[in-house]
């Protein structure tokens, strides 16, 4: 019978000696070997489950110094009683499960929120997951974690770490935080001016219920991180929707007026827009003339990719009224949940007790744990592989953006980030798209929750790439945007109904030898395409990060043809070609529109 | 130069691979080994530091996989420039230590608690430490909880748990405290009833943010749980002070006002009562009548030493009107901070929406770690091995309460939890006191601030068990009682000015054969003393572990003395005997007053 209850599975990495433990034990504590009854012996077990005796042997060995089980001499192995001891019997308690009831009149504190989450539970088995924040498991660390879990599980580590009081910190992680992160930030903190925090969540939770009540104003982004503004709400205060522009945060007389303002430098969310040098010398000078607080969530500025990152706002600040959150990579932190605070002492003298009253101390076994993954230096290691990972995920979206939805989409000139904030044409309809798009295999992130205000545009939606491997990434925009065609077919400028004039092999041979285009890509930056009268091309864009390319182009059947040697895949493309006064327009093999151009340099009359 | 920031220690459980990476990095981030730099060769290095060239060429190899350092064909080991990449480099910012400011003005939710802590930091080198829920890290499951933790942190495991979101708990987790610990307090559960909080506090303070605000009136303890009442009154709640009987929170019409009651029924906080069956039913019913929520504190329901603990009021509650809190063993849950609520499934939805908006879920690695540790079943075999630890302490402790500070303090009658609320003599300053023990290496608790009320008795103090070895146990309050004896010395009854008449030997000859005594013991169970003419004694006392002694007495230079054969230790010990009318006193030799003890089935005249 013992037999039937337990299930060997040899596929598992698990021990042998593991598992029938396990199903021992859970056998004893549920009540199926109950107190006083005898299990077999371990010659007939391992019989039973066709394992070595010597594996029972030590199973039965390990039980009996716990206490589950006793050997009774030429008797045999009994469950003990003590195993109950303690325990509630079942009888003596009504033991029911209770019918629910509305308890709703009691709520005084219920969240209006809805809570509905941006992603499906399954996500990972989304061939194409764009969901920013959500990591594929490959990105995890298990080896370092595991090490650095382990020396903080030693009894000398865990003799340290118990001392601690429920206001303390770590010391260790503190000043890791200290030596290995805070100074890529530009910033220097004492301990006393870091809180560990239960991720920054956590944070801005603790900063608030501080800093806000009903008194108090608040400036926050529009679009903007949809958790704060909660948070704000919740509190009482009153907000003030600062618009983005593409060097972040809008500075403006609106803020004049505000105790507090709350932005997100590194990669504003979700537009993932990075607030220029001089915008942040702006906001600064404005918080110091009308003496604002700051709040600055400095979410992921690992991820900057294109040029150094620019310096905190806390590093530039001369008169302490920055108070600044952060936290681990996103991918340690999701479950690990480590963030920290670092602001005037006083502060966080204050935001130390709240945290008490509201949880006691992040978990210590956990910053100790992250303390010797700083300290190891794997922390360090895996944000440059993470960097790399992300970076290189990142180009081939861009690029992916730019060959498939050229000329229909916009994603603005973003330097890094793990997502792009994606606006559509006109007439698209970013939630019909989200639901159509999941039909396919396709996440993306709904971006409805980023606005407060009601005339927010409805043609956006957001791609991430922390949960996509980089080779499902051209594949998934390229259905992607297939489907943006189904959905905006009727309003998309087609060959047949184009204004202009379509160009004939004759008329594409008379216009584009020796001419110099000029497009946009979608990111923001201009392109500029020389087509020589010898069939060669050279392409250059603009940005940070300049591209060069060079092809070959030529005229067949009514078509300009062209293959880069790196851009577009490398892959050969045909465009029919329509002059409209001196724009260009391509159209696919489809006569789906493609592309508007201008011509530069060109000294030839449209025939 | 190098093997000068490179030390080894020997010493450390740590390996030299280990070691010299760590200092490696170090050098690498803070900048003694900039980008560029050139390191010793493997042959140099290991030469310097004494160690095999295979460890130095180990450590080599990771950093070259990790991208620290670079190996330059015929030119030897670069630290590499990706190192500092996507750092804010020092002169770019203005990297200042702030001078401190006056924050105070914007502080909105600031607490009026001092923070005081019942503690003192470097607790564990005071030799006796009774302070309750510190533990000696003797206690830890350290080879238990590494296994788990390394069971929850594979692959495989962590592409289960990161797939959670925000709001949600681990499964495993979940279906493992339903079926391994709520029956111990059979409660049942589904998944839906029950909400992971990180550690008890969390719980409480997520149902104050649901259930509280002004408007509410809640029923507490007094003396009480006083982060409990901070929460509350933080949320701006009216509270109406209980006071606490032999059997638990008292039940009358002043609960009738209530919306709330705050209780804990295991082991009351601070004073360990048990609340009785009756007073159970008892406070189900006015919670009926009144339509009233309960919520149910069940803190260390598995210290219970004397008989079956009772159920949870939730496995006796037929309206769903108990909101359960727990949390694991201290022991576990101090460091790793794990808790949990079993309520109503609306109302747990409720909750789950409040946690992610101030946290999202407690950390899903711990978790993750804790439901192994309960499915191998360590959990339990933990259990027992406390119950057995913590009732040996408690023992102790209550043996050396009786024979060092007889009719001296008490403690009412208690039966688990792992500390004694103790009142002393009525002239005692509990905190007087407890500043004096601390000099002399004896931490005890002080209780002040578990009352709310102005006028709460002085001379109460706390002692536990959980951070002091039971060897330590009879030496540290033999000297507290010294101390007390001390402190309270010019109230104290002595033999000089003792009402009653002295006993000389042949008036002890006469009285004491035969003769039957009743105590108090301090821990509130009555005692008998048989002595038999033969010189033969038997002791009994009551209470659920009535305990029977014998030994022998006799008469000696105008004493009674008396040895028994377990209790007082074995020892001998000598008293002076005056009578004073019905009752009898005894001295002992340094004429100090030790015990007052009542004739029964005595049928001498007293001479």
């Known amino acids: 019978m013992i037999s039937r209850l337990i299930h060997i599975d040899t596929s598992l990495n698990d021990s042998l000696q593991s598992q029938i433990r396990q199903k021992l034990v859970e056998g004893i504590i549920v009540g199926s070997f109950p107190s006083g009854s005898k299990l077999p012996s371990s010659r007939k077990l391992a019989k039973q489950l066709e394992v070595s005796r010597n594996t029972v042997v030590l199973v039965y060995q390990t039980l009996i110094d716990e206490g589950y089980i006793e050997s009774r001499e030429r008797s045999g192995i009994y469950v003990t009683s003590q195993v109950h001891q303690g325990k509630v019997s079942i009888t003596q308690a009504s033991n029911h499960l209770l019918k629910p009831t509305d308890n709703n009149y009691r709520f005084k504190g219920a969240l209006a929120t809805t809570n509905a989450t941006s992603c499906p539970a399954n996500w990972q088995n989304f061939p194409y997951s764009f969901i920013d ?19 903080a599980n030693t009894t000398r580590e865990i003799y340290q770490w118990a001392q601690l009081q429920g206001k303390e910190d770590d010391p260790m992680l503190l000043d890791e935080i200290r030596s290995k992160i805070l100074p890529r930030r530009g910033i220097e903190a004492s301990r006393d001016e870091i809180l560990i925090t239960a991720g920054s969540q956590q944070a801005l939770f603790l900063i608030t219920q501080l800093f806000v009540n009903n008194s108090v104003k608040v400036a926050v982004e529009e679009p903007g991180y949809p958790e704060m503004r909660e948070l704000l709400l919740h509190q009482g205060a009153e907000l003030v929707y600062q618009p983005i522009d593409v060097t972040g945060m809008e500075v403006n007389e609106q803020l004049d007026s505000c105790d507090i303002i709350y932005t997100t430098p590194s990669h504003q969310t979700p537009t993932s827009i990075t607030m220029s040098m001089s915008r942040r010398d702006e906001l600064l000078k404005k918080a110091h003339q009308q003496d604002i607080l700051i709040i600055e969530d400095d979410f992921e500025f690992e991820s900057n990719f294109l040029g150094q990152p620019h310096p905190a706002l806390r590093s530039l600040d001369k008169d302490n009224r920055v108070v600044y959150v952060s936290c681990l990579s996103k991918v340690l932190a999701s479950g690990v949940q480590i963030g920290f605070i670092v602001a005037d002492a006083n502060v966080i003298a204050e935001l130390r007790k709240l945290r008490k009253l509201v949880m006691r101390n992040p978990p210590l076994n956990n910053q100790r744990a992250v303390a010797y993954f700083l300290s190891l230096g794997y922390y360090d290691a895996y944000m440059m592989h993470l960097h790399k990972v992300f970076f290189e995920r990142w180009l081939t979206l861009r690029e992916a953006l730019n060959i498939y939805l050229p000329n229909c989409i916009d994603t603005g000139p973003i330097q890094g980030g793990t997502a792009y904030w994606v606006t559509g044409p006109e007439q698209l309809n970013g939630e019909y798209l989200r639901e159509k798009a999941a039909e396919i295999g396709i996440l993306i992130e709904p971006v409805k929750r980023y606005f407060t205000t009601p005339e927010h545009p409805e043609n956006c939606f957001r791609l991430g790439v922390t949960g996509i491997p980089n080779d499902k990434i051209r594949e998934g925009v390229s259905k992607l945007a297939e489907l943006i065609h189904q959905l905006t077919n009727e309003f998309e400028e087609k060959l047949s109904n184009a204004k202009g004039k379509l160009l004939n092999n004759d008329a594409l041979q008379q216009v584009l030898p020796d001419v110099q285009l000029e497009c946009q ?87």
Not at 133 to 151: I, Q
Not at 542 to 570: F, P, T
Request: net charge neutral.
């Open 133 to 151: 924040g959500k990591f594929d498991s490959s990105l995890y660390p298990v080896k370092e974690w595991r090490e650095a879990t382990n020396k």
């Open 521 to 607: 890509m979608v990111y923001g930056v201009p392109c500029t395409i020389n087509l020589l009268a010898n069939g060669e091309m050279f392409g250059i864009t603009g940005g940070k990060d300049h591209e060069l390319d060079s092809g070959r182009w030529w005229i067949k059947d009514g078509m300009y043809y062209r293959q880069w040697n790196l851009w577009g895949y490398g892959e050969i493309k045909g465009f029919y070609v329509i002059m409209d006064g001196d724009e260009m327009k391509w159209f696919d093999q489809n006569h789906r529109f493609v592309r508007q151009l201008e011509l530069k340099g060109y000294n030839k009359l449209v025939p």
